[in-house]
């Protein structure tokens, strides 16, 4: 079964994220927990009820986002192959991905290991996500540039992801510089995690815009020992269990 609304899936991992961080600010107020100052995403994780729903969407969000991060290499791995592109792109794509997964597994160290439970790992977490997160959208950024795709301009695209790249490369190194003084001002590193948080965010927008042309068709389950199996659909995707072998003629790699 293909799957052609493929683009509103970023879309909803936007809004989702952002609904995320309303909730728990909404709750807070609610329960007097909110500090005077503004808070770093991690405060919401101190408190009930802020605590319990920051932990379980923050799940739900990384859990997308992985899904996300899948299409985008399927995206890419299809687009190379098909295009005959040297495979070292492939390549390139798929220790993107691990960058990825890295990024979204120190992430979810720091939201399911809070400070309050174990020393350390929430501000490792944190800081090394972010910076894993940096190098994906960078890459992604200059990978996505190589489509050629007749349907899109790629480049606003790609300079609007270079832009949010700058912007999120530029917030994490303030943050980083100015928790380095003697006397760090919390609440401007807390704007600053804010807005890598939103930046984020918005590059999800540009993948929006990026999947409307894209039809995704899942990974299907063979059974060898059904009689309908094909050997072939393990030498090409092209080739489903439903399909009829064509002519050695006729065999291509997508």
């Known amino acids: 079964m293909a799957i052609i609304n493929i683009w509103l899936f970023p879309i909803f991992i936007a809004i989702y994220s952002i609904l995320t961080l309303l909730i728990c600010v909404i ?3 609610n329960s007097h927990h909110f500090p005077a100052n503004w808070p770093f995403l991690s405060d919401f994780t101190k408190f009930q009820p802020a605590k319990n729903a920051y932990t379980i969407m923050s799940n739900h969000i990384l859990l997308f986002l992985l899904i996300w991060m899948y299409l985008k290499h399927r995206e890419l791995k299809s687009y190379f192959r098909q295009a005959n592109q040297s495979i070292y792109y492939e390549k390139i794509s798929w220790a993107n991905l691990l960058i990825g997964i890295c990024a979204i597994s120190c992430y979810q160290l720091a939201v399911n290991f809070p400070a309050t439970k174990v020393a350390y790992f929430e501000l490792f977490g944190n800081r090394i996500s972010l910076c894993l997160g940096l190098i994906y959208i960078w890459i992604h950024s200059f990978l996505s540039l190589n489509v050629r ?3 899109l301009n790629n480049l606003p695209i790609f300079l609007m992801r270079i832009c949010l790249g700058s912007v999120v490369l530029s ?13 760090p001002n919390q609440t401007l590193c807390a704007i600053y995690e804010w807005c890598c948080y939103f930046s984020f965010a918005m590059f999800l927008l540009t993948d929006s815009y990026e999947f409307r042309f894209m039809v995704f068709r899942p990974p299907k389950l063979i059974i060898r ?3 309908g ?3 072939r659909v393990f030498e090409s995707t092209d080739v489903s269990e439903e399909d009829e072998i064509p002519n050695m003629s006729q065999r291509f790699v997508m």
């Open 27 to 29: 709750l807070s107020i």
């Open 149 to 151: 795709d007749e349907n």
């Open 171 to 183: 917030f994490l190194a303030a943050m980083i510089q100015a928790n380095k003084l003697a006397k």
């Open 225 to 227: 020992g059904c009689s």
């Open 229 to 231: 199996y094909n050997p």
